[in-house]
């Protein structure tokens, strides 16, 4: 009785746990930059891979992007696009 109680009270804890995440504040082209830079040089992959846009979606899992200039928070798409246009060298 004790038993299930004690694993009751601890999943109802696990459950109101938010996930931690990182506030990143400033450019998101920086952002983008600095992540593709990385990953360029292999510091940074994906199970030994270089997937750009998986390495994004679950980087935005732990870090949450806000603009500096307006306040709003970028969705994992508008960096993937970011990504994408940086490498096709649309934006420097």
């Not at 990385?38 to 899992?61: D, M, P």
């Not at 870090?63 to 246009?85: C, F, P, Q, R």
């Amino acid at each position: 009785m004790i038993k299930k109680r004690v694993i009751g009270h601890l999943k109802r804890e696990l459950l109101q746990l938010a996930p931690d995440k990182i506030d990143y504040r400033g450019c998101p082209k920086a952002y983008v930059r600095l992540v593709v830079k990385a990953i360029e040089q292999g510091e940074l992959t994906y199970h030994g891979l270089r997937n750009y846009e998986r390495i994004f979606r679950v980087l935005s899992s732990v870090i949450e992007v806000t603009n500096a200039d307006n306040g709003k928070v970028l969705s994992v798409e508008t960096l993937v696009s970011y990504e994408k246009k940086l490498r096709a060298g649309e934006w420097e």
